[in-house]
């Protein structure tokens, strides 16, 4: 079992930047892969970054070149920075640990991005 909860979110102006973590309690957070999601108001959740057990990571096309995940394992803590945040990105933000068998999700943390 693995719990996750999110800090980070807050009101941003556009072009801002926020560093969003997800702390992870329960055992093994090394074995899983750890993912941010979003999801904005009648949209569909989407997958923004993900990082693998052995630090690789992937971004969608979107945020690439303004938004880093990484991960410490001896805080089982991931990170999102988010710089030049837009407006179209305000969304709920979600943490995600999957391990291939098990997966889940944090309750999220709001970011808006607004001037």
């Known amino acids: 079992q693995v719990q996750l909860v999110e800090s980070g979110g807050g009101l941003v102006q556009p072009g801002g930047s926020l560093r969003l973590s997800c702390a992870a309690s329960?055992?093994?957070?090394?074995?899983?892969?750890m993912g941010w999601y979003r999801q904005a108001p009648e949209k569909q959740r989407e997958l923004v970054a993900v990082?693998?057990?052995?630090?690789?990571?992937n971004y969608v096309d979107s945020v690439k070149g303004r938004f880093t995940i990484s991960r410490d394992n001896a805080k089982n803590t991931v990170y999102l920075q988010m710089n030049g945040l837009l407006p179209e990105e305000t969304a709920g933000y979600f943490c995600?640990?999957?391990?291939?068998?098990?997966?889940?999700w944090g309750q999220g943390t709001q970011v808006t991005v607004s001037s």
């Open positions: 995600n640990a999957n391990s291939g068998k098990y997966d889940y």
């Open positions: 990082i693998s057990t052995g630090g690789r990571t």
């Open positions: 329960g055992s093994a957070f090394r074995s899983y892969a």
